[in-house]
């Protein structure tokens, strides 16, 4: 069984890699000649490829050459806040890079199962009495990041109304652990701690919007999950892929703070805040639980310790 991981050098790449190495999967991932290794320098079983997705000569000489059976499209310009910045950027990275995924399968007739990499902020804008949400949630996109991931989303539903492609979205809600880059926010407020602790930084931590609630899952567990689904999920149905359970970005700040002895106060930086958040992500993942069997594992609070003290090797 071959596997092709678009931006395996990536936070959730590197997790999914060694776990499909752990499955005695052949691995084979997409880089750029920017991409930094740090996170699979470790991983000796697996190829890689340089490949620009925007190029569609580039994806098709990959996809010619790999022919995988299993592809994980994980590659994105992931961070909200850079969406704002570079809209286009954004929109162009994320659906053209796509685009040309598919019209290379197409165009060499693989017989493979594609899993995309979608997202909870495509719920984007969700009233107090539509949580839980669930798949059927209507889709209120709040960041050109947001409408990127719906755009993707609706190309996957296309092609494969039109012309059979095994595709499945995951909308994943927020995901952290080990390796998340340092921008998202349980990375920056862990790192902020551990150079804190260290006494490269003075005792301040600063902050945007503390009041936004998301639903946070160990990045093992998820990769598990997409495994699962193109394992065991319906090509042409979609998957939330949540923990269940919601908090206050004030509370994931207060458990960090308690794994530490150091007195930290809390500072809001104005330029951390955003044009318009999402207020509340919790997901209902009962549709992916009856179709696959999965369910988180990892508690949320070991979690935030492997994360911390992932920083504190390397601050
Ligand atoms: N990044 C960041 N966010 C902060 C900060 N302070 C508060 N926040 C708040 O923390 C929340 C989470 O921010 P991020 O970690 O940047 O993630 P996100 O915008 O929710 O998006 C992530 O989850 C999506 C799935 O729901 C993913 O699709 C996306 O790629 C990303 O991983 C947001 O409400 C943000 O305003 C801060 O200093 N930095």
Redesign the pocket.
């Known amino acids: 069984m071959k596997a092709l991981i678009t931006g395996i050098s990536g936070f959730v790449g590197s997790h999914l890699a060694e776990y499909l190495l752990g499955k005695q999967v052949e691995v084979t991932g997409t880089i750029r000649n920017r991409s930094r290794m740090d996170h699979i320098r470790h991983l000796k079983d697996i190829q890689l490829v340089e490949c620009e997705l925007r190029d569609p000569f580039s994806v098709e000489s990959l996809l010619a050459k790999v022919k995988p059976d299993l592809i994980f499209h994980l590659a ?1 310009q ?4 850079t969406s704002w910045n570079s809209p286009v950027d954004t929109i162009h990275n994320n659906v053209a890079g796509q685009v040309n995924i598919f019209e290379a399968v197409r165009k060499h007739d693989l017989d493979c199962k594609i899993q995309i990499a979608c ?3 495509e719920y984007g804008h969700v009233e107090p009495d539509e949580v839980p949400i669930k798949e059927t949630n209507p889709l209120r996109p709040l960041s050109p ?1 947001a409408v990127s ?1 719906v755009a993707q989303e609706y190309l996957g539903y296309q092609y494969h109304k039109s012309y059979g492609l095994k595709v499945i979205p995951t909308r ?4 952290t652990g080990p390796r998340r880059g340092e ?4 990375s ?2 862990a790192k902020q701690i551990a150079e804190i602790e260290k006494g490269i930084k003075p005792p301040v931590l ?5 009041e ?1 609630k ?1 639903d946070f899952t160990d990045v093992r567990d998820v990769v598990r999950a997409y495994w699962l689904a193109l394992e065991k999920g319906t090509p042409g149905e979609t998957y939330n892929i949540a923990s269940g359970k919601c908090c206050t ?1 004030r509370e994931m700040l207060n458990l960090l703070l308690s794994f530490s002895n150091k007195e930290i106060t809390v500072q809001q ?1 104005p330029e ?3 044009p318009s ?2 207020e509340i ?1 919790l997901g209902d993942y009962s549709k992916f639980h009856q179709a696959t069997g999965w369910k988180p594992e990892i508690p949320f609070e070991q979690t935030m310790e492997d994360l911390l003290n992932y920083w504190r090797e390397r601050v």
């Open positions: 994105a992931s961070f909200v806040p997202s909870s902020e990041y991931k994943t809600f927020n995901h921008n998202f926010v349980t920056n407020f600063m902050v945007g919007n503390l936004a998301r970005i930086d951390r805040l955003r958040d999402v992500l």
